[in-house]
C-alpha cells in the first residue's frame, strides 16, 4: 500500500516539489531509484480516479452495559 500513498502525496504536492538532491536515492531492496517511481503508469499500473467508502460495522460489545 505504501505505492498508493506515494501516489496520493505525488496527486497532492505534485512531483516537482520532490528535492533534486534525492532524485537518485536509492530505494532498497528494489533495485530503483526515487525517480524511478514517480510514474506510476510507466511502472505499469494505475489507480481508480475514485473511491466508493465501503461501511464497518460497529465493534461487538462495545463497551456498554
Do not use: C
Not at 532524485?23 to 489507480?47: I, N, R, S, T
Request: glycine share 10%.
Amino acid at each position: 500500500m505504501i505505492d498508493r500513498l506515494w501516489y496520493l502525496w505525488q496527486v497532492r504536492h505534485g512531483p516537482t516539489r520532490i528535492p533534486p538532491e534525492l532524485l537518485d536515492l536509492p530505494l532498497a531492496p528494489f533495485g530503483k531509484a526515487v525517480k524511478d517511481v514517480l510514474d506510476v503508469q510507466a511502472l505499469g499500473y494505475e489507480y481508480a480516479a475514485s473511491s466508493t467508502p465501503v461501511p464497518v460495522p460497529a465493534a461487538a460489545g462495545g463497551g456498554h452495559g
